[in-house]
């Protein structure tokens, strides 16, 4: 009896291990809308570990100007994905405008009441 008892903790101990011990091995982002699990743009090149940490640059010039954000999740050895973590960024404009140049005079003006004619 003692012996099957220490034989249940030891395998439990080892089970519970497995359930719990996780190893990140993917990771993925999108921008602005989920494409699927498992279909992001991948990044590359991530040390598997219980926790990475990685630089990496991601293309934005197909994106408009204006508000935007980058959704990353990760794949643990289990082949389970994480949830999404979202971070906003801002796309400027890039129109080129010469300050230097004096704006036009104004040539005319109206007013008008109540209606325009």
Known sequence: MKNKVL??????CFTAGQLFSQIINRAEYFIDTDPGVGLGTAITSITPGDSIEKSFNFNVSSLDP?????FIRVRDNHKKWSLVRGYKFYIYEDTYIDLTEPSPDIAC???LYDTDT
Not at 7 to 12: C, D, G, K, S, T
Not at 66 to 70: D, M, R, V
């Open 66 to 70: 204006g508000y935007h954000k980058i």
């Open 7 to 12: 034989y249940m903790i030891v395998l439990w």
């Open 109 to 111: 003006s109206e007013y």
